[in-house]
Each structure stands twice: as C-alpha cells, then as structure tokens.
C-alpha cells in the first residue's frame, strides 16, 4: 500500500512560483506518478505524470510552466509551478500507481488508485 502525502500549497499572486511537494511511503518500485488538480465546480484533471520508466509528461495547460521530477532517495516528487494564472487556483492531489505508463499523454485518473489528501493553491 502507498501513502502519499502533498505539501506546499498555498496563496500567491499572478506571475509567482509554488513548489509542491508529494512525500510517498511504502513500496514505490516501478510505479508511476502524477498531479492532478481540481478548481471549484470542475472535475479533477491530470496535469503532470511521471511514468514508471520515468518519463515526464503534462497537460497543454501547464506545458512550459511546469516541471516536475521525481527523487527515489528522499522519496518525494515535486511540482515545480511557475508563470501562475488564477486558472491553476485548485486543489492538488499526488497519485500513484503501479506500471503506469504515459507517454506523452496527460494523466488519467482512471490509471491510478493511490492518492493523497491534496493541498490548495491559490492565485490572485
């Protein structure tokens, strides 16, 4: 069983930078990972993915802004987010799932049964 946990969420102004962080535990050999978002009244969207052959991929929407990577050793994976828009206001979630693979696709929420709790952002 994976645990993930997000951390880094918060209030920043348009332009700014966040840096979110996913601290996972358990057995994550092998498994893919990935940020999804969810604004207020819209449905949960795969933003960024990490497969497990370690391959990035991201959404249109954040392609360019976004960065994200991955750190076995310290078992995080961080969402490096920049160039902020009040359309990136949204809960974040982690997840992760055994032999994902992505592509260069965004991710898909179907793909993935562990998740964290998520941590908001917010831009103003």
């Known amino acids: 069983h994976v645990q993930l946990v997000e951390s880094g969420g918060g209030s920043v102004q348009v332009g700014g930078s966040l840096r979110l962080t996913c601290t996972f535990s358990?057995?994550?050999?092998?498994?893919?990972l990935a940020w999804f978002r969810q604004a207020p009244g819209k449905e949960r969207e795969g933003i960024a993915a990490?497969?497990?052959?370690?391959?990035?991929s991201y959404a249109d929407s954040v392609k360019g802004r976004f960065t994200i990577a991955q750190d076995n050793a310290e078992n995080i994976m961080t969402l490096q987010m920049n160039s902020l828009k009040p359309d990136d206001t949204g809960m974040y979630y982690c997840?992760?799932?055994?032999?994902?693979?992505?592509?260069?696709?965004?991710?898909?929420?179907?793909?993935?049964?562990?998740w964290g709790q998520g941590t908001q952002v917010t831009v103003s």
């Open positions: 997840a992760a799932e055994f032999s994902v693979v992505t592509g260069c696709a965004a991710p898909l929420q179907h793909d993935y049964k562990n």
């Open positions: 358990g057995k994550t050999y092998s498994y893919g």
């Open positions: 990490v497969d497990f052959e370690g391959n990035p």
